[in-house]
């Protein structure tokens, strides 16, 4: 039996403004053409299917065009647990019924969670909750932390193992020690959701979801991260999806995931990256600049936009203990005085005083009122 597990999809989610729905589309593209030449038995997708917990009408679009190519056009079961971005009882929405098509939809915690059988296969979907939600339905239990709420809910599961089945947990949360990227956005808030890995032992597996960089967290848990680079902090990061294979046992390997576009951070001094730029032969990836000796504004952002169209952020040099660094579209949205005030602190290591910002004001006023009368 082999499963593709896989997880935060962040259907709607953009990078620095671009939309990146067609990369989307490729990934889901590419994931279905595993599933017929490797002919898997079921996908399971371990939370954050939607960045938005009401989604964009295209993100719904492409989640339908996913789910009806597995369950109806290619026949095999899909299995979903809510994670923390999803809208959870609108992702569940019709779940029972949906179940006939061989799409299982887990959105909401309960008190008992029934496995979805595949063969000798029993795996258990665990939606992301809140330790509110285990206190309510586990009121006899002291539970003062999230991990003592993740305990409890792990040992009513571990109940309904049965013999001689393998038990997989579909789970998104943080375990401890895992490694972060800038787009994990809610793990990196605080650390109170943090569980020890140790909690998950007795699963054969633990499909879990969460964090976007693809890593092991002890002997049977495995982040498949996320199938697109969400941040420019993930350039260095390969993408791939876990195909499991069962058979005496869980054994796993990775499928690189080959980008419809690569994200890439290009460095050096101004005149090294223009040189780059000109020879670059792959001009329409997601790119970030980092101009290391001069400051970096709208001349350069203008300059490199002829070299790449998907040009989203640039830095520059201020002194030597700072460095700027803006998105393009906010270098695009800088007012008169901010332009004045970063060129300033450029070239003079000083900031604007208020008798040269009023001189400066004045100036554009004047300016304004001859173009006027032209």
């Known amino acids: ?31 279905l053409n595993v599933v017929q030449e490797q002919k898997i038995d079921a996908v399971i997708i371990a939370g954050d299917v ?58 909401k915690l309960s008190n008992d969670i029934k496995a979805v059988e595949i063969g000798n296969l029993s795996i258990y979907p665990l939606p992301y909750f809140n330790v509110d939600e285990v206190k309510a339905l586990y009121p006899e239990e002291k539970i003062s932390s999230y991990a003592d709420a993740m305990e409890i809910v792990l040992k009513n599961i571990k109940q309904n193992f049965k013999p001689g089945s393998s038990n997989i947990l579909m789970c998104h949360c943080f375990v401890s020690g895992s490694v972060l990227s800038e787009s994990d956005r809610t793990a990196l808030v605080g650390g ?43 350039a260095k990061h390969s993408k791939t999806i876990t195909l499991l294979d069962i ?32 020879q670059d032969k792959k001009k329409d990836d997601y790119i970030k600049i980092e101009i290391t000796d001069i400051y970096a ?40 005085d901010d332009i004045l005030e970063k060129f300033y602190k450029e070239v003079t290591g000083s900031d604007v005083t208020d008798e040269q910002m009023e001189l400066f004001q004045k100036a554009m006023e004047a300016l304004g009122s001859q173009e006027v009368m032209q």
């Open 192 to 234: 109170s959701s943090v569980v020890p890995s140790e909690i998950f032992d007795g699963f054969d597996y633990v499909a879990m979801g969460h964090l976007h960089k693809a890593q092991d967290r002890g002997y049977n848990i495995r982040y498949s991260g996320s199938p697109i680079k969400y941040s420019f902090s993930e």
């Open 297 to 336: 504004g709208m001349e350069a952002v203008e300059l490199f936009r002829t070299y790449y169209v998907n040009l989203l952020n640039i830095t520059g040099k201020m002194n030597e203990t700072e460095e700027n660094q803006l998105t393009v579209e906010e270098l695009y949205t800088l007012s008169p």
């Open 1 to 31: 039996m082999k499963i593709i597990h896989t997880s935060d999809w962040h259907l709607g989610i953009s990078l620095h403004n671009a939309s990146l729905a067609e990369e989307q589309r490729y990934f889901i593209d590419y994931l």
């Open 247 to 278: 058979e005496d046992g869980i054994k796993y390997r990775e499928l690189e995931i080959v980008p419809l576009r690569e994200t890439r951070i290009i460095r050096g001094t101004f005149d090294e990256v223009l040189e780059f730029a000109k």
């Open 50 to 107: 939607f960045d938005h917990s009401v989604s964009s009408a295209e993100a719904i679009t492409l989640y339908n065009y996913a789910v009806t190519r597995l369950c109806n056009d290619i026949g095999i079961p899909v299995v979903i647990a809510a994670g923390n971005h999803d809208g959870a009882a609108r992702l569940a929405s019709c779940n029972e019924l949906l179940k006939k098509a061989g799409l299982h939809i887990y959105g």
